[in-house]
């Protein structure tokens, strides 16, 4: 096996710095420079950075990058600076030849001009410094430029410069502010500026070996000194006591030094012509911080630690940002096998075992060695190691293809045995004394203590009742006792992938980590929790993270680590990180197998680009909300016109309001809530702003302000921002002065436009009208032409004297002349006696003359030419003049047909009647002849059945007999009914009666006979007893039909009769249960001699006439007879009778 070692980290006794490097940033987001040579960088108080480069001053909100305004960019070229005073307030100038110096807050910009006599002394080469510090409570801004020390007291407005010798101070160094004392630091010389006084010392540090070039102070009363490539502290001022670093420095770039000494939360930030170094007390060592790789650079010129503690470097050759020194970063540089470190191993706490897709590495005591190497396999994951799992024999590890590994610890040599199925292994573990073996689909499990690793394949054991195929990625014990399987999820019929059981849980997902709320999972959709039987998502006050995680774990903390895809997500005290390649990660996916707990207060992280090593102890804050701020609020108009907030026109209603939202955080995380109140209570949300500008358009009339936040992904908000309000006037159109000015408008217009309508209206309805009567005229016309023409009756005008001025068709048809000579002709002329009209003019004209307009109506016999004809002659005056002569409408009908049919008519009646008195006399006749006999016989066969009781032969025919004949009687009496009302000769007589009791004396025997049928005849009275004038006989015949045949034809059930007064009527109703009838024989019920059932089929007995002479009275009464009926079901038949008397109800 190859061996080779490969030293990561040499440390010497004079502190060589700890070698090791930081994600940078060089592609800043919302920074875009003309120029790499950065000179100086600064932050104002509102979060902004300033970067002065050859080409000028620049400034970035995060989003932009914006220039200063072109007056002063013109000036400050000639390697302009900037300072930041504690107040927030940046100052630029020239280093060289500067006659000004600018200062701005607020976008309020200001300049001081720099006295005469000192700018003669700035030459060429010369360096100006500017310093601003409080003195008895005065702000003063200090300048030192070659051969002078200025001092400008804001409150007074005036300077006060004195000169110096330059060869005897040499360069100036820094200055350092003491209370109401400043301190000037030159190379050679200290010079001390108290009350306007100025002394001086000597500048030189046995300790430092050379003058001190900076001094700070902590706040820990402790004093920083930078020295020529030396870091000293002390607890005295101008007394270094320690050396803390020492032999940094770097040859000299140009003619200056280059050097700065920073403290940003207790942490020493320092360079001297070198790259930039950091001191804390969590450090052994000084930490080196080199941006080598991405500038090409030995040595930095600018540097700035930000409010988010992002480190800023700038340089000759550009600008790079360290967003954070949580993770200390090692690639194939600092001598991995490879980039991509697949898994790791904690042993020891100097020990770790690093896992590659070609090859195995030691790392120990901060040394590598290399325990094997695939150098074919190399960028490829066929061989990958995925995972280490420990044991007493030594330390197996997932290989991919090669099988399952074996590293034995007391020699670090390394087996391997292939799987039986030649399958890669991809995860082993150990549960309870035995290794399980994942290789492809199969499971293998064996004794720790044995030889054969694959012992046994317990593959079919694992899947029983589940199915096979199901790609697993990792076996493991829960802490009560279940074992728990993940795998991928690509497995149909498996429920988010869960099955439980007694003793195991199936899950999909790449890893897992007990917590006290259940079981998280890391899968391929994010992080899940499996609680109480039911895998949900997981989320930290509505926040979940979404993307594949590979890996879990849990910090000293309490903090629970996602290795995701895109970096690693950390969940601690309610808000979830994230950190990338672009903050500090050295790459972006994270292997599962390669995210482990290091050493206290360290996490390994093993990605596709190296390994990243997090230090707790530089995780000390939550990150800082960013800095919002609203600029200004403009309204979006076309010209220069101003207008009052508290009054904006409505046609000015489009609002720009420009916003400061200032974060360097790298990631587009930066999101912007905001709400105008007024318009919605509801909070919107942009995303990674391109722009610092909210535009609102067409807003409606009201009061409105803007309030304002930043977050970072939705966490960590700053304060809500508000706005000034202002107010939309209404528009024009909804001022009162305006809507009455349109109201007297309308109103006018309204009664021009009324006035308009009208007459149009009038106009229309003139021509509607005379149109209409056209119509109706022409439409008379017509209607007379047609009438005129089609007339059967013959029609003639003329004029009093006989005169013809028209006539029908009919007219020359009847009169037997031809139209042509009865036009314009004479009356006179239709007749074959030429003196008939003379005759009858005199009588035509007089009843004329007496009916008026009514016309004359009068039957003549008159002569025409073809033939005399009866005529009914109808004569009116009509309103037609025919010049001056009166007009006059003559009809002739021809009734002379019609009479010969009344001649016939009268004939035929005068016969009927004749022929029915024959008959009705007949009848009578016949009747009483053989009613006389009939009564007789009956009468005997009544005695001979009381005499002869005992003899029941006898009686049965004499009952037949008397049955016979009481048959024959009724029928004969129907018969002398049907006669008499056919021949009008019954008499109708209305008398007085008792309507109720009336009636309860016909049914008496009725109910009689129905009972002997065994039916149930009932009466009810609906109306209490009252009087009134009746026929009595009539009555009696038409209840006792009704009735009669409700019982002839019922064999069961109830027979109702209900009597009332309604509507001064009497009303009857009768209803049985009996055999009904059909519709068609209801359609001639009432004509005599009609039953349903006749010849041999007959099946009831009578004459048919009951109905028939029913029908007969209540026409002759003037009362009205219904019959309803249905087969099979029964009968109901309503009578009513006028009662036209008054009635008298019995009291």
């Known amino acids: 096996m190859q061996k080779f070692f490969i030293s990561l980290i040499f440390m010497f006794w004079v502190f060589t710095g700890f070698s090791q490097s930081f994600q940078q940033n060089k592609n800043i987001k919302g920074l875009n420079l003309p120029s790499n040579q950065i000179l100086s960088l600064c ?8 970067v002065s480069t050859a080409k000028g001053i620049y400034y970035s909100d995060g989003i932009t990058t914006y220039g200063i305004p072109d007056s002063i960019h013109q000036v400050l070229q000639n390697r302009p600076n900037t300072y930041v005073d504690t107040d927030g307030v940046i100052y630029m100038f020239n280093t060289e030849r500067t006659k000004k110096i600018y200062y701005v807050s607020d976008y309020k910009w200001d300049e001081l001009v720099i006295p005469g006599p000192v700018i003669e002394k700035v030459g060429s080469i010369g360096k100006v410094s500017v310093s601003v510090a409080y003195v008895n409570g005065n702000k003063n801004l200090f300048l030192v430029v070659p051969g002078f020390i200025a001092v400008y007291d804001f409150s007074s407005s005036k300077w006060d410069y004195r000169p110096y010798d330059v060869p005897t101070l040499g360069d100036f160094s820094s200055f350092y502010q003491s209370g109401d004392t400043t301190y000037f630091y030159f190379e050679k010389i200290i010079l001390k500026l108290y009350n306007s006084e100025i002394s001086s010392e000597e500048n030189w540090s046995d300790l430092l070996d050379g003058p001190v070039y900076k001094v700070v102070l902590d706040a820990e009363n402790t004093f920083y000194f930078l020295g020529h490539g030396k870091l000293a502290k002390g607890k005295e001022f101008k007394k270094p006591q320690d050396i803390i670093h020492s032999g940094f420095a770097q040859a000299k770039f140009g003619n200056h030094h280059y050097f700065d000494l920073k403290i940003n939360d207790g942490k020493v930030f320092y360079y001297f012509n070198s790259h930039l170094y950091r001191h804390s007390s969590m450090d052994r060592l000084p930490l080196l911080i080199s941006a080598e790789e991405n500038l090409r650079i030995y040595l930095i010129q600018a540097l700035l630690i930000d409010r988010e503690d992002i480190i800023w470097i700038g340089s000759q050759r550009g600008l790079v940002n360290v967003p954070t020194l949580r993770f200390q970063n090692y690639t194939v540089r600092d001598g991995l096998l490879d980039n991509e470190v697949t898994a790791i191993y904690k042993d020891k706490p100097q020990k770790f075992y690093l896992g590659f897709n070609n090859g195995i590495q030691l790392w120990e005591n901060n040394v590598l060695k290399t325990l094997d190497i695939f150098d074919h396999l190399k960028g490829t994951s066929g061989n990958r190691i995925n995972n280490f799992t420990p044991t007493k024999k030594g330390i197996y590890f997932s290989a991919g293809q090669k099988g399952v590994g074996l590293i034995n610890l007391s020699n670090n040599q390394v087996t391997y045995k292939t799987a039986p199925n030649g399958q890669g292994v991809q995860f082993t573990s150990i549960i309870d004394d035995h290794l399980y073996i994942l290789a492809g689909s199969n499971v293998y499990k064996s004794h720790i203590t044995g030889n054969n690793v694959f012992a046994q394949d317990v593959t079919s054991t694992i899947y029983s009742g589940q199915g096979e195929g199901n790609y697993l990625r990792k076996i493991d014990k829960l802490s009560d006792g279940k074992i728990i399987y993940l795998h991928s999820t690509s497995t149909s019929g498996i429920q988010e992938g869960l099955v439980e059981s007694q003793h195991y849980l199936r899950v999909g997902g790449y890893d897992f980590l007990e917590i006290e709320e259940g079981v998280l999972l890391a899968t391929e959709e994010g992080l899940k929790i499996y609680k109480q039987g039911k895998i949900e998502v997981f989320s930290v006050n509505n926040k979940t993270v979404d993307r594949p995680i590979f890996s879990l774990l849990q910090d000293e903390r309490g903090a629970v680590w996602m290795g995701t895809d895109k970096g690693v997500y950390v969940l601690y005290n309610g808000y979830i990180t994230w950190f990338d390649s672009s903050r500090g990660l050295v790459g972006d996916e994270v292997n599962r197998g390669a995210f482990i707990r290091g050493n206290p207060g360290r996490i390994w992280i093993g990605t596709e680009e190296g390994i990243s090593i997090y230090r707790q102890d530089e995780d000390e804050e939550l990150l800082a909300s960013p800095i919002v701020k609203i600029e200004n609020i403009r309204l979006l108009t076309d010209g220069e016109q101003s207008y ?45 702003p391109r722009s610092k ?88 016309e017509e209607q007379f032409r047609n009438v005129w023409n089609s007339s059967k009756d013959g029609l003639c005008l003329s004029i009093i004297s006989g005169k013809i001025i028209a006539i029908n068709p009919a007219m020359t048809k009847l009169c037997g002349v031809p139209a042509k000579e009865l036009k314009k002709g004479h009356l006179g002329e239709m007749f074959s006696d030429p003196n008939f009209y003379k005759n009858q003019e005199p009588y035509i004209l007089e009843s004329l003359h007496n009916h008026g307009k009514a016309g004359m109506t009068k039957e003549l016999t008159m002569p025409f030419k073809n033939g005399p004809k009866t005529i009914e002659l109808y004569s009116t005056m009509v309103d037609i003049k025919h010049g001056n002569d009166t007009v006059m409408l003559s009809v002739f009908r021809d009734i002379t047909e019609k009479k010969n049919s009344e001649i016939q008519l009268r004939l035929a009646k005068e016969k009927a009647e004749e022929s029915n008195q024959l008959k009705s006399r007949f009848l009578s006749n016949m009747s009483h002849e053989i009613r006389t006999p009939l009564n007789g016989i009956l009468g005997s066969a009544e005695n001979l059945i009381i005499t002869n009781q005992d003899k029941p032969e006898l009686l049965s ?31 109708t007589r209305m008398e007085k009666t008792n309507i109720n009791d009336f009636i309860s004396k016909i049914l008496m025997p009725l109910k009689a006979a129905a009972m002997k049928k065994g039916l149930l005849l009932t009466a009810k009275f609906e109306t209490k007893s009252f009087v009134a004038p009746i026929d009595k006989a009539s009555l009696d015949m038409i209840l006792n039909n009704i009735v009669s045949n409700a019982i002839k034809y019922s064999n069961k059930g109830l027979i109702q009769v209900k009597i009332k007064l309604l509507d001064q009527s009497l009303y009857i109703q009768v209803q049985d249960e009996g055999i009904g009838m059909s519709e068609d024989f209801l359609l001639k019920i009432f004509q005599p001699f009609q039953q349903e059932s006749g010849g041999y089929a007959r099946k009831f007995e009578g004459s048919g006439l009951g109905l028939s002479i029913t029908k007969s009275l209540m026409d002759m009464l003037k009362g009205q007879i219904y019959i309803t009926s249905s087969k099979g079901k029964g009968t109901t038949v309503t009578i009513t009778l006028p009662l036209d008397l008054q009635i008298t109800k019995e009291q």
């Open 644 to 688: 009052s907030f508290s009054n904006i026109p409505y046609n000015h209603n489009n609002i720009q309001i420009d916003y400061l939202a200032v974060s360097f955080m790298q990631q587009n995380n930066l999101h912007i809530h905001y709400r105008l109140m007024g318009l919605s209570d509801k909070w919107e949300t942009v995303i990674d």
């Open 693 to 780: 500008q909210l535009i609102f358009e067409n807003l409606p009339p009201g009061t409105y302000h803007l309030e304002l936040k930043a977050s970072l992904g939705g966490q960590f908000e700053s304060p809500v921002v508000i706005s000034d309000g202002f107010i939309i006037d209404q528009p024009y159109y909804y001022k009162p002065i305006f809507i009455f000015f349109v109201l007297v408008l309308f109103l006018a217009l309204g009664f021009i436009l009324n006035t308009l309508l009208n007459q149009f209206r009038n106009e229309m309805l003139l021509r509607k009208t005379i149109s209409q009567k056209i119509s109706e005229i022409q439409l008379a």
């Open 43 to 50: 932050q104002d108080d509102a979060g902004r950075i300033w």
């Open 957 to 987: 025919g004499l009952e037949i007999i008397l049955e016979s004949g009481e048959r024959l009687l009724k029928t004969i009496n129907s018969i002398l009914d049907m006669s008499k009302i056919e021949s009008r000769t019954m008499e």
